[in-house]
């Protein structure tokens, strides 16, 4: 099987790139939203990205991609399994299909367990899989309503609950949500748009000079994937460093008060619902400075998350026909320009 297209091989889409790398480095932002034109990179980007994570130590044969030190409770695998059976594994990435079933994405009964054995037995699902790493939903503004209260539920809690056919099941499931659609496809419900941590609109390259180049890549990766790959690592392997090194460091990025003021003061100017967003702009603005290898939040930092971190969790507002974008550019002009805190 080949490798997925190389994320640091896609041309322009920095915004997207952006918000993907922090979601990487930072997974309890809340994952990532990317609307915008089909073509565009979108899937790509997603598949890509997981390439570069770090890999992750589990249980040789386990199921619910325990992390060792941490097994869940219905994990038999690694309930049994002695140190030596350890392995490393690349963090993975589940596509949830939009026809999915409740059973395959929560799991279900082992049907063929309990036919051959007349044991009971439960078969983890999609969630389990995702546990540690990424769940992936391309048109997710298509997809069903039962899912997507699901998806909220265990998105919340981190724990997928399973209550049928006299089986109770619960694992962790803590995954990176990333879901990708065509905005004139359907709109997303507000209360998955709200669990998005970030969300950036994506669109076709203006210049002809980017469309050409899109092509010559494109066309070189399908010809020889190996070569191209090869072409690409040593600006994959500078990526992937760094993200361990952002992650390492993510949670100990100095925020100031007058940082933190400055978001608080943008979120009301802005009308903002609860706090939701000032935690993702403060934990956005704090992979963003992981991300550059500075221990120090910046102003610049904060100004560059704003947009994606906030845009999605704007009222409408029938008085002003901007959209939310201009709306978040257009409070970032106010307070960037205005004395804030102790500034």
């Given at each position: 099987?080949?490798?997925?297209?190389?994320?640091?091989?896609?041309?322009?889409?920095?915004?997207?790139?952006?918000?993907?790398?922090?979601?990487?480095?930072?997974?309890?932002?809340?994952?990532?939203?990317?609307?915008?034109?089909?073509?565009?990179?979108?899937?790509?980007?997603?598949?890509?990205?997981?390439?570069?994570?770090?890999?992750?130590?589990?249980?040789?044969?386990?199921?619910?991609?325990?992390?060792?030190?941490?097994?869940?409770?219905?994990?038999?695998?690694?309930?049994?399994?002695?140190?030596?059976?350890?392995?490393?594994?690349?963090?993975?990435?589940?596509?949830?299909?939009?026809?999915?079933?409740?059973?395959?994405?929560?799991?279900?009964?082992?049907?063929?367990?309990?036919?051959?054995?007349?044991?009971?037995?439960?078969?983890?699902?999609?969630?389990?899989?995702?546990?540690?790493?990424?769940?992936?939903?391309?048109?997710?503004?298509?997809?069903?309503?039962?899912?997507?209260?699901?998806?909220?539920?265990?998105?919340?809690?981190?724990?997928?609950?399973?209550?049928?056919?006299?089986?109770?099941?619960?694992?962790?499931?803590?995954?990176?949500?990333?879901?990708?659609?065509?905005?004139?496809?359907?709109?997303?419900?507000?209360?998955?748009?709200?669990?998005?941590?970030?969300?950036?609109?994506?669109?076709?390259p203006r210049e002809i000079a980017s469309r050409i180049e899109v092509l010559k890549r494109r066309d070189a990766y399908e010809q020889d994937p190996d070569a191209f790959h090869a072409l690409w690592e040593k600006d994959e392997q500078k990526l992937a460093r760094r993200i361990v090194a952002g992650r390492k460091t993510v949670g100990t990025v100095e925020l100031s008060e007058r940082l933190m003021?400055?978001?608080?003061?943008?979120?009301?100017?802005?009308?903002?619902?609860?706090?939701?967003?000032?935690?993702?702009?403060?934990?956005?603005?704090?992979?963003?400075?992981?991300?550059?290898?500075?221990?120090?939040?910046?102003?610049?930092?904060?100004?560059?998350?704003?947009?994606?971190?906030?845009?999605?969790?704007?009222?409408?507002?029938?008085?002003?026909?901007?959209?939310?974008?201009?709306?978040?550019?257009?409070?970032?002009?106010?307070?960037?320009?205005?004395?804030?805190?102790?500034?």
């Amino acid at each position: 099987m080949a490798k997925p297209y190389p994320f640091s091989a896609i041309v322009g889409q920095d915004e997207m790139k952006d918000a993907l790398l922090m979601a990487a480095v930072e997974p309890s932002l809340g994952g990532v939203l990317v609307f915008g034109d089909r073509g565009t990179g979108k899937s790509t980007a997603v598949r890509a990205l997981a390439e570069l994570t770090p890999e992750l130590v589990s249980t040789k044969g386990c199921r619910y991609n325990c992390d060792p030190a941490t097994p869940a409770e219905p994990c038999p695998v690694c309930a049994a399994a002695p140190r030596s059976d350890r392995i490393k594994r690349r963090a993975p990435m589940v596509d949830l299909p939009l026809g999915a079933t409740e059973d395959r994405v929560c799991g279900a009964l082992d049907i063929e367990k309990a036919l051959v054995s007349g044991e009971r037995a439960f078969e983890p699902g999609l969630l389990a899989k995702a546990h540690r790493g990424f769940l992936y939903v391309d048109e997710v503004n298509l997809l069903e309503d039962h899912l997507v209260d699901l998806l909220l539920d265990v998105a919340a809690s981190g724990v997928n609950v399973v209550e049928r056919e006299g089986l109770s099941v619960r694992h962790p499931a803590r995954f990176v949500l990333v879901g990708s659609g065509n905005p004139e496809e359907g709109e997303l419900r507000p209360q998955l748009l709200d669990r998005f941590g970030l969300s950036v609109d994506v669109a076709s390259p203006r210049e002809i000079a980017s469309r050409i180049e899109v092509l010559k890549r494109r066309d070189a990766y399908e010809q020889d994937p190996d070569a191209f790959h090869a072409l690409w690592e040593k600006d994959e392997q500078k990526l992937a460093r760094r993200i361990v090194a952002g992650r390492k460091t993510v949670g100990t990025v100095e925020l100031s008060e007058r940082l933190m003021t400055m978001m608080a003061h943008l979120c009301m100017q802005l009308g903002v619902d609860g706090l939701r967003g000032e935690l993702t702009l403060m934990r956005a603005t704090r992979a963003k400075a992981a991300l550059s290898k500075r221990s120090k939040a910046t102003v610049e930092d904060v100004l560059a998350v704003a947009p994606m971190a906030l845009s999605h969790r704007l009222r409408r507002d029938p008085l002003d026909e901007a959209g939310s974008k201009v709306r978040v550019d257009r409070a970032i002009s106010e307070i960037a320009g205005a004395p804030v805190g102790n500034a």
